[in-house]
């Protein structure tokens, strides 16, 4: 994949989860986007961050002392092959682990 498919590719999958996660209430989940990255800070203290690295042609998270690297599948979903796990469902379960708020990605 080149540069700009997977800019296009990141790109769209960060806007989604930024205006997903912006509808979430700022005292739960505070968001914070800069530069393309995706900070949230939960209630518990618990501190997300979600940014896509174009050189690696992946989007990385990183939470509770753990590092995810999703790698496109070319349907709309993110895979980290490592672990087998999804993006937006594994953003999800941290959120709702946390801090008890459910939200659908």
Do not use: C
């Not at 393309?36 to 050189?55: P, Q």
Request: hydrophobic fraction near 45%; charge should be negative; charged fraction near 30%.
């Amino acid at each position: 994949m080149d540069e700009a498919a997977f800019d296009s590719l990141a790109h769209d999958e960060m806007a989604y989860l930024e205006d997903r996660l912006g509808e979430l209430d700022p005292d739960d989940v505070e968001l914070t986007v800069s530069a393309g990255v995706i900070r949230l800070d939960l209630r518990d203290g618990t501190k997300i961050v979600v940014n896509s690295h174009r050189a690696a042609r992946q989007i990385w998270m990183a939470a509770i002392a753990t590092a995810w690297h999703f790698d496109p599948l070319g349907d709309g979903r993110w895979l980290a092959t490592r672990t087998n796990e999804e993006l937006r469902p594994t953003l999800s379960r941290i959120i709702k682990e946390r801090v008890g708020v459910s939200v659908t990605l």
